[in-house]
């Protein structure tokens, strides 16, 4: 591929070398993308795995200088800008001898939008169900005959859309409070915040630290801007109340822009019954919320997608989508029980919407690396529909401190083996086993997409005894 041109990017930013921190899929794209506009490219990782000696290997054919193991403080210090992927915090040694210094840094999410200068993009935030909201949006916009993808915290980076030779012209954009942090230039064709609630403080100082990144989605908010937030939400309505522009709300408890009929079972949006809700494919409020949050993101962002036809199509796209792996997965039936994989809810209030939507008795499987929030929320809905829990990982002793006496507990050390053979011990005939560990993987996985895949394996071996 040829070099790419860069009109967007900062003339300060071009002056000398750029470093970039972090080199998981969304720092390699993003070190490929700077060094085919003909920029200096020095990569660092703390980390050295073979996954990261290929991305090294990959990286030297387009000329970056890749260090693993380690990052060159000085050299940081003497960039022309710091590139810093998401999953490195604040607090790294990097990003604060990049701040010592006065060398701005920005996120992958940062470049990408500057080398897509025309690109119409809806931009989803959220404590919960950013995820899922953002890959309904994908899968409607290019239902109502867009050429769109998914993009961000949902997994593709920015950067690697922008290496295409012909970028999508929409995106449903995921993107984190990490990443809102260090991207300056966010100004999508919607905004959209699902809901708030605590979460990350082992990251951040407060909630209301968190809760002021994600208030960044709307850092460059005019009177042309267009907002959706969740009505049913406090926190969302405090922090956007006074936001300018054309604000749309949507809610599950009552009329709204766009809302959940529960008398007539439709989502109804802007006026129009969309779909019955037998009709959509997903478990629990919180997935109406969701499809109805991405319906009337489409809508709005743009008049054609608001006549006969594409309201037909936005109904199409609801019905036909799928529940997104380890999030409220079904995984099959074994011994009886079904099993259920939501190894993508790492936080207390994730894992609690997770409950609310059970009509069983559940098995929960809740554990890892502890993010700083009680689990003593979970209390009511555990008593409502909790067999039992399975407290695993290094968060458990804490969540046996929390929860203990509330339901049956069961508290377990760092075999995942063991635990699942627990759960299938524990569940009756009829019962769900759920996997919504409210807790990161990091203690016993890479990441959770391994911890759910591990899961799914070692629940359909059951029926290999």
């Not at 660092?44 to 000696?53: A, K, N």
């Not at 769109?148 to 984190?176: C, F, H, K, R």
């Not at 098995?363 to 407290?391: C, F, N, Q, S």
Request: hydrophobic share 40%; aromatic share 4%.
């Amino acid at each position: 591929m040829g070099r790419i041109s860069d009109p967007a990017m900062r003339s300060e930013w071009l002056r000398g070398e750029i470093a970039v921190v972090g080199l998981a899929r969304s720092g390699r794209s993003a070190a490929r993308l700077l060094a085919r506009t003909g920029s200096e490219v020095y990569a660092s990782d703390s980390g050295r795995s073979p996954e990261l000696e290929a991305t090294a290997v990959d990286l030297h054919h387009d000329e970056v200088d890749v260090q693993l193991g380690g990052h060159d403080l000085d050299r940081i210090r003497r960039a022309a800008l710091v590139v810093a992927s998401p999953g490195v915090p604040p607090s790294a040694p990097p990003l604060l001898a990049a701040r010592d210094a006065g060398v701005a840094i920005v996120s992958e999410i940062e470049i990408g939008l500057r080398f897509l200068p025309r690109l119409s993009y809806i931009a989803i935030t959220g404590t919960n169900g950013k995820t899922t909201t953002t890959a309904i949006t994908g899968h409607v916009l290019r239902a109502v005959g867009r050429r769109a993808e998914t993009a961000g915290n949902i997994g593709t980076p920015l950067t690697e859309l922008a290496l295409q030779p012909t970028p999508p012209d929409w995106v449903a954009l995921e993107v984190s409070s990490f990443q809102l942090h260090d991207t300056p230039s966010i100004d999508p064709t919607v905004a959209v915040l699902t809901n708030l609630s605590a979460n990350h403080l082992d990251r951040y100082d407060s909630v209301e630290a968190y809760y002021g990144d994600k208030a960044l989605l709307f850092r460059n908010a005019t009177a042309a801007s267009h907002i959706v937030t969740n009505a049913d939400d406090a926190d969302v309505e405090a922090m956007t109340h006074d936001m300018p522009g054309m604000h749309c709300r949507f809610s599950v408890q009552r009329r709204s822009d766009a809302y959940f009929d529960r008398d007539g079972g439709m989502l109804v949006v802007l006026g129009h019954p969309i779909l019955a809700r037998h009709d959509l494919p997903l478990l629990g409020d919180h997935n109406v919320a969701n499809a109805l949050a991405a319906a009337l993101s489409v809508m709005i962002a743009d008049r054609e997608h608001r006549g006969a036809p594409a309201l037909d199509r936005i109904a199409a796209a609801l019905r036909t989508f799928s529940a997104l792996e380890h999030r409220i997965e079904t995984v099959g039936e074994f011994d009886g029980a079904t099993w259920i994989n939501d190894s993508k809810s790492t936080t207390v209030a994730s894992t609690l919407i997770a409950l609310r939507g059970m009509t069983k008795p559940t098995v929960l499987l809740l554990g890892g690396k502890h993010k700083g929030a009680p689990y003593t929320d979970l209390v009511p809905e555990l008593r409502r529909t909790g067999r039992a829990v399975i407290a695993y990982g290094d968060a458990a002793p804490i969540i046996e401190r929390d929860l203990g006496g509330a339901v049956p507990l069961t508290r377990l050390g760092s075999s995942f083996e063991e635990v699942v053979e627990t759960a299938r011990h524990l569940a009756q005939s009829g019962d769900v086993v759920l996997l919504s560990p409210a807790c990161s993987s990091y203690d016993m996985f890479d990441n959770y997409e391994q911890r759910g895949a591990v899961f799914k394996e070692l629940a359909a071996g059951a029926t290999h005894r």
